[in-house]
């Protein structure tokens, strides 16, 4: 089963494209859910860029807080708009 949604970044009210953790080279960012009151981590995996290398997209991908893939993979695309 495959789900999207859409939001704009200032909507999502998370900590947005920072360091998830303090020893890690990372970039990502966390959405809180109020409805599960649960955090879930997103970490940074792949930018793809036009023939001008102008970025296009940034890709996510969902880890556990210990930076495993989650059971249920969760993929978010931010566009460069």
């Given at each position: 089963m495959r789900c999207a949604y859409y939001s704009l970044l200032s909507?999502?009210?998370s900590k947005v494209?920072?360091?998830?953790?303090?020893d890690a080279a990372?970039?990502?960012?966390?959405i809180h859910s109020d409805k599960l009151n649960k955090d879930f981590i997103f970490i940074h995996v792949n930018t793809t860029r036009d023939?001008?290398?102008?970025?296009?997209?940034?890709?996510?991908?969902?880890?556990?807080?210990?930076?495993?893939?989650t059971a249920v993979p969760?993929?978010?695309?931010v566009f460069n708009d």
């Open positions: 909507f999502l009210q494209s920072g360091q998830i953790w303090d990372d970039v990502g960012f966390i023939a001008d290398q102008d970025i296009q997209t940034w890709e996510f991908k969902s880890v556990t807080d210990r930076g495993a893939p969760m993929t978010v695309t």
